[in-house]
Structures are given as C-alpha cells and as structure tokens.
C-alpha cells in the first residue's frame, strides 16, 4: 500500500479511533480517491497535506468513512429495559429531576428520538427526561436536527406502524418527528474518542452506545471505555448492541442477573454495595467469590485435561470431559471451542460449526473460532459470509495492541 495512504489511514485512526477494518479494504480505498478527486489533489501525497492543513477537508473525509446505519427501535430489547426501568426504578427512587440520558453516537437521530418516544410510552412528559444525542458525522447529525425520515429509517414493522400514527406527521418528503417527541432531545457535534469529549458535562443516568465500539480500533476502544466509565453514574446504566455485550464484560461493566441482557452497570456499583453492608454479607460474598474461583480453575483444569486427551487422539473422552464441564460449569468459550475442534477432526463439519458459533456467540472476537468458521463457510461455497469472519478475524491481527 502506498506511504501516503498508510499516512491517511494512521491519521484517521488516531484522530477519531475508526478502523480501515469497519469498511471492505477496496471500499475504503475508493472512500480516499473519491475525496481526493474531489478536492483537486493529484495524487494521495497532496491529499494527506491537504488533510493536515484543511480541518474542513479532515471533516469531509470523516463524512466519507463513517458507517451512519441506523434506524428507530434497532434493537427492541434496549427500548423494552428502558420502558422497564423507567416504571419500575425511576419512578419509584423519585429523583425529583429529569432523567438525562446519552445517545452516542447518534447518528442521523434514530436513536434518541426512540429513546424519547420510550419515555413518552413509560409515562414520563416531556419535561422529566432530557436526551443529548452526540456524533462526529455533521451531515448525519443536521439530518437528526431536521427530523425527517423516509422509509429506510423504518424496519421494525410492527412497531413502526403505531409509533408512526402516534409520533410522526406524514409529509411530502417523509415522515416528521412531532414536537413533543423532540421537545427533549437536543444534538451536538462530539469525538467520543477526544480526550475532552463532553468534559464539563454531569454524568448521565443511561447511555446508550451502540454500534460503535465495533468499529474502533483497540486503541480508540480503550479510550471510550474510560470516556463511558467518566459519563455514566454510578447507579446508571450502559446499553450497548447485543454484537458488543461480551466486550462491555471483558471491559469491567457488569450485567446483573435481573437485568436484561443489554444493560450493564459499572462495578462500582459491586464495591459500593459490599461498603454499606454488614460484616457477614461481606463474608458471604466473599466466600461466593472463593467457590467461584475454586470453580473456575477446576473448570479450566478439566478442560487442560480434556485438551491433552483431544491432542493424544482419544476424542470420546475428550468429548465427554467437555460435556462434563459446561454441564457442572457453565457455559465456556474454551469448551465449545475445543468441542469444534474435535468434532472438526472427526470430519463432523456441522457439528464442528455449530460449536464454533457458540465459540464466538461467547467471545466474540475469539480469532482461531472465526477462522475455522471462514474455512468452513468457504468450503459451503459461501463466500459472502467467510469474508465476514475472515474480516472479523482480520480486524484483531491489525489491532495495534
Ligand atoms: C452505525 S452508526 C450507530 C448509530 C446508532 N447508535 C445505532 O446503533 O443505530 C455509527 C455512528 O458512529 C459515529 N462515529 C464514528 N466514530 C465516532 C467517534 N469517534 N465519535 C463519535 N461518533 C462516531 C458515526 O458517525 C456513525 O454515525
């Protein structure tokens, strides 16, 4: 790849934390050319010096390269826990304040105004909630601004049907958010990934962010971690797309059994708790935490084992050992993983695929699961769906961490 090219791509992922990997690599590349052509330089050498010297440029290009996808009530269980804890937690702890809540990225407004219409559904006027929607894109936020959707924003039939006739005004070109919908929703252009994103703002009672870290490079991931654990209270709640749950847990935010899946909570929650109480429930949690642990080395020593009587060619046992453990021991990434393996050596391919996704339903980015599962997809004649995982898999080898 030309030097230049490597130049822009470093400074894209610098700056505002985006992957190359969030688009195929040929997309990417007409992405660059095609504002390169556009701005009058002659070749990528003059571009990078025109995004060094031009903020408006360096914007353009942002414009080009984000994923602006999005659409109302994406993913329903979000908006379902929200209804949820709004009726049953909110209202009831009674804050005397509006519940203000983060959307970022927001995109071209989907979000926050679902977020908004939740509330309204949850029996909050406008006047106790306040929703900040935040994105990098302008062009997507001064659609947000706008409030006009056409059909495309609408996927979730069901839904979309009665919230249309409720919140929305048909006009000539397409459907526009009512006034008590946007009353509390107010848009604001922000870097997630800046060291000063949002710095003098009070923490937020629920932040929605979703479809983002997906497409962010290890580096930038980091940093919107410790962004995400600044904005959010300390009793407050992260939603993220269900494709992004088990990275939130690998990051330290907690997903508590009563909660559903989509909401976590950050853990010092878990040590506030074990602060105010009495000396025995420390006790007992401590002694919790001790079986688990206990729990968990017996599970991963089991597996060694089962791993070694895989290695040696003694499948059944190895097999019945896996089976042992995610039966006594919960479900386990390294289980099924090794599951796929055996199943895969015996010549089970189904099987052996079928493993593998629950390997990477687990872990998501669990790299040798996806590149059995790029191989296997290929020899389906599924092409379209191995350069998926092999993309997947990609993403992690170029990270730079
Ligand atoms: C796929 S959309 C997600 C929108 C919405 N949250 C959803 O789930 O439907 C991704 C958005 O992230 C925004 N984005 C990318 N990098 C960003 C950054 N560093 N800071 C803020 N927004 C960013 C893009 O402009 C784009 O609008």
Not at 100 to 125: F, N, R
Not at 194 to 201: E, P, S, T, V, Y
Not at 335 to 346: P, T
Request: charged residues 30%; contains cysteine.
């Amino acid at each position: 790849m030309e030097e230049a090219v490597r130049a822009i791509n470093y400074l894209l992922e610098q700056k505002i934390g985006v992957s190359q990997n969030s688009l195929r690599k040929q997309d990417w590349l007409r992405v660059i050319h095609d504002r390169m052509v556009l701005c009058g330089a002659s070749n990528f050498g003059t571009y990078y010096d025109k995004i060094v010297s031009s903020p408006n440029e360096f914007q353009e290009l942002v414009e080009a390269v984000v994923v602006p996808e999005t659409w109302f009530f994406r993913d329903m269980e979000s908006y379902s826990f929200l209804i949820e804890y709004i009726q049953k937690e909110w209202i009831l702890n009674n804050k005397a304040r509006p519940i203000s809540i983060l959307s970022m990225p927001c995109s071209s407004g989907e979000e926050p105004y679902s977020i908004a219409i939740s509330l309204l559904e949850s029996g909050l006027p406008p006047s106790d909630f306040q929703i900040a929607g935040v994105d990098i894109s302008k062009k997507s936020l001064a659609k947000a601004m706008l409030g006009i959707y056409g059909q495309n924003s609408f996927r979730n039939k069901e839904l979309d049907s009665k919230f249309k006739a409720l919140y929305f005004d048909k006009g000539a070109s397409g459907f526009d958010v009512r006034k008590i919908v946007r009353k509390s929703v107010f848009f604001q252009y922000g870097n997630a990934v800046d060291d000063n994103f949002l710095i003098a703002r009070p923490v937020f009672d629920v932040i929605f962010c979703c479809n983002l870290f997906i497409y962010l490079n290890r580096k930038a991931q980091k940093k919107l971690i410790e962004v995400l654990n600044r904005l959010l209270a300390n009793d407050g709640y992260l939603i993220v797309a269900p494709v992004e749950r088990e990275m939130m847990r690998q990051a330290g935010f907690i997903f508590g059994k009563n909660h559903k899946k989509c909401a976590c909570q950050k853990n010092t929650i878990r040590k506030d708790y074990k602060k105010d109480k009495s000396d025995d429930l420390l006790n007992a949690l401590k002694m919790e935490s001790d079986r688990e642990k206990i729990k968990k080395s017996t599970a991963l020593d089991a597996l060694e084992e089962a791993g070694h009587l895989a290695d040696s060619g003694d499948f059944d046992h190895a097999t019945n050992l896996c089976l042992k453990c995610l039966k006594e021991y919960g479900m386990s990434a390294k289980a099924f993983f090794l599951l796929g393996l055996i199943k895969h050596a015996q010549g089970h391919e189904d099987a052996a695929e079928d493993f593998f996704q629950k390997t990477i339903y687990l872990e998501p980015f669990h790299h040798e699961a996806l590149i059995y599962l790029k191989l296997l997809a290929e020899k389906r004649g599924d092409l379209k769906q191995a350069e998926l995982f092999a993309r997947r898999a990609h993403r992690l080898e170029s990270s730079d961490f």
